[in-house]
């Protein structure tokens, strides 16, 4: 199986979180996995409310569940997330775990990674990405497709890198960060909790708490 953490039990269910475009690609590079793996079994798309998602859940390749559904199957259960913004990856996951649900880390088998990387639960590594020396990834983090992370960059729980960015050496990134697709973070940056990168933008300066910055070079565009 692709999923790292997390491991996927005898007779395990395998649910995904989310409904969305993100979720029906983490669905199909799962596929494969889920077809060859003996007891293993796919539950379906899990969101808070189905009956909302009528729209999207009827283009879904699968059944669209409530977390009380999917959770009906007790301890051989297991998720991967599979939602963009931080704010809703954080709180599914939570509650997806309050539910008795457990986290699985997936990692595409495409992904480049040297030494001493460190991921927490729940983290998405979609594929072509690479990281390569000392890493450490935090819990429920989207690292999506194409992505480069240099060597000792930390970063926060529940961030989402949205594809193609580059993350250069000693970067520091906090929780609940969102990194617009194309993004490029200098060496040594900090950029700090709950702040949006804007699509394309080339940060050269470390970036405040709940800062919004964009551009070549980025700048700031708000505040709170």
């Keep these: 199986m692709l999923l790292i953490k997390g491991r996927v039990p005898h ?29 293993v079994t796919f539950g379906g798309f899990v969101v808070d409310d189905p009956s909302a998602n009528a729209t999207v859940s ?22 991967v997330l599979a939602v963009g913004r931080p704010v809703d990856r954080r709180g599914l ?3 997806m775990v309050n539910a008795g649900l457990r986290a699985a880390t997936l990692v ?14 729940g983290v998405v590594v979609c594929p072509a990405a690479s990281l390569t020396t000392a890493v450490t990834v935090g819990d429920g983090v989207l690292i999506n497709v194409g992505t480069r992370i240099g060597h000792d960059v930390t970063i926060g729980a529940f961030t989402s890198l949205l594809g193609n960015n580059t993350i250069n050496g000693d970067v520091r990134i906090g929780e609940d960060v969102l990194l617009g ?4 973070i200098h060496p040594g940056v900090v950029v700090e909790s709950r702040a949006v990168i804007g699509m394309g ?10 800062t919004t910055v964009f551009g070549n070079p980025a700048m700031r565009v708000s505040r709170g």
């Design 58 to 79: 009827n283009g879904l390749p699968g059944p669209c569940l409530s977390i009380a559904d999917a959770a009906r199957g007790g301890s051989a259960g297991c998720f």
């Design 93 to 95: 996951f939570e509650r």
């Design 11 to 39: 007779r395990a269910t395998v649910f995904i979180a989310g409904a969305g475009g993100l979720a029906r690609e983490v669905y199909s590079w799962l596929l494969p996995d889920l077809r060859a793996a003996e007891g």
């Design 108 to 121: 595409h088998p495409s992904v480049i990674m040297g030494e001493a990387i460190r991921f927490g639960e």
């Design 201 to 210: 933008s080339v940060v050269i300066r470390s970036v405040p708490v709940e």
């Design 181 to 184: 697709a194309g993004s490029l």
